[in-house]
């Protein structure tokens, strides 16, 4: 008899309770803007988090609150900025195209090795190795064990010739794979730069000499016939202002060491 | 009655201690204690949700299960009123004061698994508390639950600058400290109020 009271008891309460929290969730029913879920669905939906929201969802209420630029969702492009901004009712800013870019260019047979590296296939694991480089000579150089292809969620980093390239087809510019990377050489570059300095080293060019035969050894010769005043000297690294570059591809022809690369 | 009332109070936040005395709600008590503002708020919702379980509790066990001699379903009742209820807070402060909501975050669902709380109902009803003691002894133990939490919060702010061995780096120096601070409110016990 207990039994079936117990069973009953809890039962009743049970539906109780559940009749009560499905009334409640109607009257308490918060709305939520229609132009939030317009926006998430607008969105590429990758949630990578280059908007600078934690993910699309965030990023959505933020837009709709009108505290988000429309243009913000960089694997969405230009067709996104422009859904968002017809739901919003503004505008389309135009969403400048990003790609993400690895700033070396030491290919094997380029470099030189240090040791033999048999452990962890991971770059944070072998940056603890040979003070911070792995068995790279190069203390800036890119290792090559893919921690990038790992981060990445669009499967447009790959190692090819024992460094890391990205595939401008796939690449959408969210740049997860610069937090992934130790040595900190993957960069976000804008779709319309052409010329790019593919090297890290502020090393003088003697010991740059030493260990690789494509890294900038600082002769500035892309700074003396750059017709535009847009190169200019970090240490022993040539550095190019994309703002003043004007894509001629002078620098990139002229290179002694091909270390300015040209991506037309 | 009064002076029961402030025995009741005075052992629930300082001589049995939900936190430092008994040992319960210790994984809230741990998890959140690293930031003041969290601290704060996770105590807010916790004495919220204590009072209100008290009360509820106590109709249920009084008006329910003992006439059906149905006593020994209080744990598992119990466990379905305060999911219940912390649910319906939820809904509640989401839509009539969602400054308050936002502020209490994800504490509020948190609290639902917060053994703290199923305790001040299953120790009303072992005490046989009359509704107001039971109302009371929940209220008094959810601030003795914020007065540990905002005591341990601003002794962690602290640690982050303290200089001790790497070996007690992160959580071991939080455990150690926590032992201290069980080995001082063990002065409070014995204390009687007539």
């Given at each position: 008899?207990?039994?079936?009271?117990?069973?009953?008891?809890?039962?009743a309460l049970?539906?109780?309770?559940?009749?009560l929290?499905?009334?409640?969730g109607?009257?308490?029913a918060?709305e939520?803007?229609?132009?939030?879920?317009?926006v998430?669905?607008?969105?590429a939906?990758?949630n990578?988090?280059a908007?600078?929201?934690?993910?699309?969802?965030?990023?959505a209420?933020?837009?709709?609150?009108?505290?988000a630029?429309t243009?913000?969702?960089?694997?969405g492009?230009?067709?996104?900025?422009k859904?968002?901004?017809?739901?919003?009712?503004v505008?389309?800013g135009?969403g400048?195209?990003?790609?993400?870019?690895v700033r070396?260019?030491?290919?094997?047979?380029?470099?030189?090795?240090?040791?033999?590296?048999?452990?962890l296939?991971?770059?944070?694991?072998?940056?603890?190795?040979?003070?911070?480089?792995?068995?790279n000579?190069?203390?800036?150089?890119?290792?090559?064990y893919g921690d990038?292809?790992?981060?990445c969620?669009?499967?447009?980093?790959?190692?090819?010739?024992?460094?890391?390239?990205?595939?401008?087809s796939?690449c959408?510019g969210?740049?997860?794979?610069?937090e992934a990377?130790?040595?900190?050489?993957i960069e976000?570059?804008?779709?319309?730069?052409?010329?790019i300095v593919?090297?890290?080293s502020?090393?003088?060019?003697?010991v740059?000499?030493?260990y690789c035969?494509?890294g900038?050894?600082?002769?500035?010769?892309?700074?003396?016939?750059c017709?535009?005043?847009a190169?200019?000297m970090?240490?022993f690294?040539?550095?190019?202002?994309?703002?003043?570059?004007v894509?001629?591809?002078?620098?990139?022809?002229?290179?002694?060491?091909?270390?300015?690369?040209?991506?037309? | 009655?009064?002076?029961?009332?402030?025995?009741?109070?005075?052992?629930?936040?300082l001589v049995?201690?939900?936190v430092f005395?008994?040992?319960?709600g210790?994984c809230?008590f741990?998890?959140?204690?690293?930031?003041?503002?969290?601290a704060?708020?996770?105590?807010?919702?916790?004495?919220?949700v204590?009072?209100?379980?008290?009360?509820?509790?106590?109709?249920?066990n009084?008006?329910?299960?003992?006439?059906?001699?149905?006593?020994?379903m209080?744990?598992?009742a119990?466990i379905?009123?305060?999911?219940?209820l912390?649910?319906?807070?939820?809904?509640?402060l989401?839509?009539?004061?969602?400054?308050?909501?936002?502020?209490?975050g994800?504490?509020?669902?948190?609290?639902t698994t917060?053994?703290?709380v199923?305790?001040?109902v299953?120790?009303?009803t072992?005490?046989?508390?009359n509704?107001?003691?039971?109302?009371?002894?929940?209220?008094?133990?959810?601030?003795?639950?914020?007065l540990?939490?905002?005591?341990?919060?601003?002794?962690?702010?602290?640690?982050?600058?303290?200089?001790y061995p790497?070996a007690?780096?992160?959580?071991?120096?939080?455990?150690v400290?926590?032992?201290l601070?069980?080995?001082a409110?063990?002065g409070f016990s014995?204390?009687?109020?007539?």
């Open positions: 008899m207990t039994v079936i009271w117990a069973i009953l008891i809890l039962g049970g539906l109780l309770f559940g009749i929290l499905a009334i409640a109607k009257v308490f918060v939520v803007d229609p132009k939030e879920e317009a998430l669905a607008a969105c939906g990758a990578c988090g908007c600078g929201y934690p993910g699309c969802a965030g990023y209420a933020a837009v709709a609150k009108g505290e630029p243009n913000a969702c960089v694997p492009g230009d067709e996104a900025a859904k968002i901004a017809e739901i919003m009712g505008s389309a135009a400048e195209k990003y790609y993400a870019f070396c260019s030491g290919t094997c047979g380029h470099t030189k090795q240090k040791f033999d590296y048999e452990g296939d991971s770059c944070i694991a072998a940056a603890r190795l040979g003070g911070g480089s792995g068995a000579v190069c203390s800036f150089g890119c290792m090559g990038c292809v790992a981060a969620p669009f499967d447009a980093m790959h190692i090819v010739d024992g460094i890391a390239q990205v595939d401008r796939k959408v969210c740049m997860k794979c610069a990377c130790p040595k900190n050489l976000k570059v804008p779709a319309t730069s052409t010329d593919a090297c890290r502020t090393d003088k060019g003697p740059v000499m030493k035969d494509k900038c050894i600082g002769c500035q010769k892309c700074v003396r016939e017709p535009a005043d190169i200019s970090d240490g690294l040539a550095v190019i202002d994309q703002t003043k570059c894509n001629c591809g002078h620098c990139s022809d002229i290179c002694p060491r091909h270390c300015i690369v040209d991506i037309r | 009655m009064l002076a029961s009332l402030v025995s009741i109070s005075l052992g629930a936040i049995n201690n939900f005395s008994q040992f319960l210790i809230p741990m998890g959140v204690s690293n930031k003041m503002s969290t704060t708020g996770m105590s807010v919702a916790v004495i919220f204590m009072t209100l379980a008290s009360a509820i509790c106590w109709v249920i009084t008006y329910l299960l003992i006439p059906l001699n149905l006593a020994f209080q744990t598992v119990f379905l009123v305060i999911a219940v912390v649910q319906f807070v939820e809904m509640f989401k839509k009539s004061i969602p400054a308050l909501y936002s502020a209490m994800i504490f509020l669902p948190l609290i917060n053994c703290a199923l305790g001040v299953l120790l009303n072992q005490n046989n508390y509704f107001l003691e039971s109302v009371v002894y929940g209220f008094t133990g959810g601030v003795g639950f914020a540990a939490l905002v005591l341990f919060a601003s002794i962690r702010e602290r640690l982050e600058f303290a200089d790497k007690f780096e992160g959580f071991a120096i939080c455990l400290s926590a032992a601070f069980a080995l409110f063990m014995g204390m009687k109020i007539m």
